[in-house]
């Protein structure tokens, strides 16, 4: 058994320390609990006659042997997971560029934008609807002289008439907005979805 320092290592094989610490990051070469290498362990002779461009040492040990394709199968499975992840990546930024790109052409229901425009449409509406209702209803009462009493019953009516009125026409438009949603959706298959 042969123990080598990092120094007599880095002149025997001619390459700088920073060679080294790499290769014993990257599990190429191990150190003992003192810094000093083994030049009999497997991994170590097989980095050392690496670098020394001999061959690997030859053994009955099938351990040998085994260490290199071991590595070649990691990397290739390396390989194949970078690949599935660069794909999956091209694929998410491909489909992000295509909604955008639908979104600008005008080719995707912003259903949500939608919903809140109608909400503040029927909102003004309803507001100057009870408004200039009540307006009129100042008008006839002070021509048929009703009492407040009476007039207070009349603007209550009102305002419940009003009121069902706007949540009518907000459930008709919301009802209509999820059917052209669906229909644009299953139709083209495209569309936002809440």
């Not at 690949?83 to 491909?94: G, R």
């Not at 560029?97 to 995707?108: D, P």
């Not at 048929?144 to 907000?170: C, F, I, P, T």
Request: aromatic share 4%; glycine share 6%; no cysteine.
């Amino acid at each position: 058994m042969a123990l080598q320092s990092r120094k007599n290592l880095t002149q025997m094989l001619g390459v700088s320390q920073a060679v080294i610490t790499m290769a014993v990051k990257r599990g190429h070469l191990v150190a003992d609990k003192n810094g000093y290498f083994d030049d009999q362990n497997q991994l170590n002779s097989y980095f050392i006659q690496k670098k020394l461009k001999g061959s690997a040492p030859q053994s009955n040990d099938s351990d040998n042997e085994e260490i290199e394709p071991r590595r070649n199968e990691d990397i290739a499975q390396l390989a194949a997971l970078k690949t599935k992840i660069w794909i999956k990546k091209t694929n998410e930024e491909y489909e992000i560029a295509r909604l955008k790109k639908e979104k600008i052409q005008g080719s995707v229901v912003p259903v949500d934008i939608i919903k809140t425009l109608l909400i503040m449409f029927s909102e003004s509406v309803k507001v100057a609807w009870v408004d200039a209702s009540e307006d009129m209803l100042i008008q006839v009462s002070a021509a048929h002289k009703l009492s407040r009493g009476e007039h207070g019953k009349l603007k209550a009516k009102l305002v419940d008439v009003v009121n069902r009125a706007v949540d009518h026409s907000v459930d008709d438009a919301k009802k209509s907005l999820r059917r052209i949603q669906g229909e644009f959706s299953d139709i083209k298959g495209r569309g936002e979805h809440s």
